[in-house]
């Protein structure tokens, strides 16, 4: 704990930066970051955003996919005692709109190609900042030249104003003098990150310095034996405003002074010739990113035989994906478990064969209860039961959602514990089985999705009266996001692609249903709830 108190996220990358100056810290699109150029730049912008207004405890939202200026900007504002609020670049300005009010943002660091929806906002609730940037703004200047003249750079429009900035000319006219800013490891935000919601709001899941060092630290200690530091490499694919991402990023690559290979988007030939061409050792999925690997047509035009530890996480690993894979590729499949609440929970141990029914053991700064959901009661070892989950480092509220926060967070003895809403059992290794997740919450692909967001959504419109949105099993995604919806008696001219197209405007695309069904009512409970595993189970039996 006295360890923690003093070490805040950005202390192990500034230790690792004075250890491998020379060392690659990123390589991106081509452009090799250096650990010394790379803090230079954090430090730059971490003055250049300090001399902008931003202070203790400010927040300021990360808008944009995986680059260098993601990295940059999350150290920097933690290291001025600010507050990240990443979100997904693929959010509406109507999602947009709801989390800066709700943060209390008044900094928003976003792509060009997503400042129009920036701009949206700030019309209706103005910000202080906008700073923004462009996919090839941390490149070598003959790239984006060549990329010019082939008409590969994507590029937003943009307007000038007296609260909009440049990325690059806050790096280009500032100098690397960071204020020196006290910061409380335990009580002081580091992010807050937002997940779905049970009443139709995503929900905010603040976490400070202390809890996110804590299961990095962690993760660290399981790579420890099996990592080259200072001299491996690992590639990231997944997007970093999810926490899965970013803590990998901090315990495999930067926090062990190693190489990352950030790709910008989750293309596969372009992860296979990386791997390749890197020799990549490390490496984060999904289920559904190592199935479009295995399947991938041209996969043996590629030798990824340098792959040796790879961990998938985000969702159930399907046996006939674990078992292609070491097929494959002569190794296994390593699973990692968690949640935006509780950070990483779970990661199997690389000394032994993992079991695929498993997600890992529970790494030590965590502490689970497998119990009867009804009664909180323990259940025996190899029973099934709801997963809680706690730890003297998490926060144990949501951020302005007392009501929310009382349905997901129990007090039992002297402590108060998260319900992950997944069913589970511990076999007598100690490691957690997954069983089934609530009905509540859709997987497609890499995403969590709250059901009730997107019902609420629907119920936004004007001809619909209830709505119920369920995951339909697909092997390659997950889930399958089905919804159905009763109509009011009057309704007229509304069909599925009427109500997809209202949600196109108001969810992001991972969110839109794939199916819509129309039914004469939905199934409840005698006081009103809506019962969701009905459908959920009905849909089962269809398959």
């Known amino acids: 704990m006295d360890q923690l108190n003093t070490t805040y996220t950005f202390s192990a990358f500034e230790d690792v930066s004075r250890k491998f100056p020379h060392r690659d810290a990123l390589i991106y699109l081509g452009r090799r970051f250096s650990y010394s150029f790379l803090k230079q730049m954090i430090d730059q912008f971490a003055t250049a955003l ?69 701009k949206e906002v700030d019309r209706q609730h103005p910000l202080q900042r906008i700073i923004i940037t462009n996919l090839t703004d941390m490149l070598y200047t003959w790239q984006k030249v060549f990329g010019t003249l082939i008409d590969r750079i994507p590029k937003g429009s943009t307007v000038r104003g007296d609260n909009i900035f440049r990325f690059n000319e806050l790096l280009r006219k500032t100098p690397p003098e960071p204020p020196e800013v006290e910061i409380d490891a335990q009580n002081d935000l580091a992010y807050i990150m937002y997940t779905g919601g049970t009443t139709g709001f995503p929900k905010g899941v603040p976490g400070s310095h202390a809890s996110e060092v804590s299961y990095i630290n962690d993760v660290m200690d399981v790579f420890r034996d099996h990592i080259r530091a200072g001299g491996d490499t690992m590639i990231m694919v997944n997007p970093l405003f999810h926490i899965m991402a970013k803590g990998f990023l901090l315990a495999a690559g930067l926090n062990f002074g190693n190489t990352t290979i950030l790709m910008p ?77 509780v950070g990483h929970l779970t990661y199997s141990r690389l000394d032994r064969e993992p079991d695929p029914r498993t997600v890992g053991t529970v790494l030590p700064s965590r502490r689970c209860l497998v119990v009867d959901p009804e009664t909180l ?21 949501y951020w302005n959602k007392p009501e929310e926060t009382e349905l997901s967070y129990v007090r039992i003895g002297e402590d108060i514990f998260y319900r992950m809403g997944d069913y589970v059992c511990l076999n007598e290794n100690k490691e957690i089985q997954f069983v089934e997740r609530t009905a509540d919450t859709i997987k497609y692909k890499a995403y969590r999705i709250s059901a009730s967001e997107i019902e609420a ?11 119920c949105a369920v995951g339909i099993p697909d092997a390659s995604c997950g889930e399958r996001i089905k919804v159905i919806v009763v109509l009011k008696e009057d309704a007229k001219g509304v069909d599925g692609q009427t109500l997809t197209g209202w949600c196109r405007k108001r969810l992001a695309p991972y969110k839109i249903p794939h199916y819509i069904e129309f039914r004469d009512m939905l199934p409840k409970s005698k006081v009103g709830k809506l019962l969701r595993r009905e459908i959920r189970d009905e849909e089962k039996r269809k398959l």
């Open 50 to 118: 300090y001399r902008l207004g931003v202070g203790h405890q400010d927040k300021v939202m990360i808008y944009m996919g995986n680059s260098p200026q993601w990295i940059i900007a999350n150290f920097a504002i933690q290291k001025i005692g600010a507050v990240v609020v990443p979100v997904s670049p693929i959010y509406t300005s109507h999602e947009l709109l709801y989390m800066v009010q709700d943060a209390e943002v008044e900094t928003v660091i976003c792509m060009d190609t997503n400042f129009g929806y920036v």
């Open 265 to 341: 988007i989750p293309e596969v030939d372009a992860v296979l010739s990386e791997i390749e061409r890197f020799k990549i050792r490390w490496m984060l999925g999904v289920p559904a990113l190592y199935r479009m690997i295995l399947e991938n047509d041209r996969l043996s035009n590629y030798d990824i035989s340098s792959l040796e530890y790879c961990y998938c996480g985000g969702d159930v690993l399907p046996g006939e994906i674990f078992k292609r894979w070491h097929e494959l590729t002569s190794f296994f499949l390593y699973q990692v478990y968690g949640s935006t609440e």
């Open 377 to 397: 009661e323990e259940v025996a070892v190899g029973e099934t039961g709801e997963l809680l989950v706690t730890s003297i480092y998490t926060n144990k509220e």
């Open 457 to 467: 959504v629907l119920q936004d419109h004007p001809t619909v009266m209830g709505a």
